[in-house]
């Protein structure tokens, strides 16, 4: 299984970024993805997680302005960032969660995206 996060890139504080992260493989079935972003210096944190029947949680530094989303026939989850801050630059995973996958070994797995880096300047 792989996750092929995009988007990322640079724009001016006020402005707009739409990430996208792609899960391909052995997939039967995905019961989370989620957003993560890790700033220099600092811990990887949690922007927005969403279930598969469509619950969703942000932290509370994004609400209002960041809206998840995802295609569950496609395996993908969105990110639309609106109101970019520079303070939300970092660099953004991908997490998708209880994965089940069609073949053997049987179980439920968590994978990671190789990380999109978003850069808001002031």
């Known amino acids: 299984v792989q996750l092929q996060a995009s988007g990322g890139g640079l724009v001016q504080a006020g402005g707009s970024l739409r990430l996208s992260c792609a899960a391909s493989g052995n997939i039967d079935s995905i019961n989370d993805m989620a957003w993560y972003r890790q700033a220099p210096g600092k811990q990887r944190e949690l922007v927005a997680a969403?279930?598969?029947?469509?619950?969703?949680n942000y932290d509370d530094s994004v609400k209002g302005r960041f809206t998840i989303s995802r295609d569950n026939a496609k395996n993908t989850v969105y990110l639309q960032m609106n109101s970019l801050k520079p303070e939300d630059t970092a660099v953004y995973y991908c997490?998708?969660?209880?994965?089940?996958?069609?073949?053997?070994?049987?179980?439920?797995?968590?994978?990671w995206g190789q990380g999109t880096q978003v850069t808001v300047s002031s």
């Open positions: 997490n998708a969660a209880g994965v089940v996958l069609t073949t053997t070994p049987w179980g439920e797995y968590d994978y």
């Open positions: 969403i279930t598969s029947d469509g619950r969703i």
